[in-house]
């Protein structure tokens, strides 16, 4: 190739689309009213255990009660499985942890 070309082809590699960002699964996701579950960033794969008064989630290093409103069993595409199908869209301010939506596989809703 010439200097020309490597050029070219450099260029159109800075240009091309890459792959879907992560964050992009969490896209289409809708509370039970109809509004988005994720702001900017704010949903997250994050490991899940049922507990005998519901299910809980890990959040920055500690685990969140889980309101059953929130919580929706269904399998996103694109999810990498690293969590066994867990995922977390909320916000932390000065009140605590504000839980949008709790995604968890269907297997687990005949468990809980």
């Known amino acids: 190739m010439s200097p ?7 260029g159109l590699l800075v240009i091309w689309p890459g792959p879907i ?9 809708l509370t039970r009213s109809g ?4 702001h900017d960033g704010d949903c997250r794969p994050v490991p899940y255990r049922l507990v005998p008064k519901g299910v809980q989630m890990f ?3 500690q685990w969140l009660d889980i309101p059953r409103s ?17 995922h977390w869209c909320g916000l932390r301010d000065a009140m605590g942890y504000f839980t949008r939506c709790a995604i968890l596989p269907p297997q687990s809703a005949a468990a809980h």
């Open 70 to 86: 929130s919580i929706q069993y269904r399998t996103l595409a694109g999810d990498r499985g690293e969590t066994g199908g867990g």
């Open 59 to 61: 959040v920055d290093e």
């Open 4 to 10: 020309k070309q490597i050029s070219l082809v450099g």
């Open 35 to 38: 509004l988005p579950c994720c």
């Open 21 to 29: 960002q992560a964050h992009d699964i969490y896209t289409d996701l």
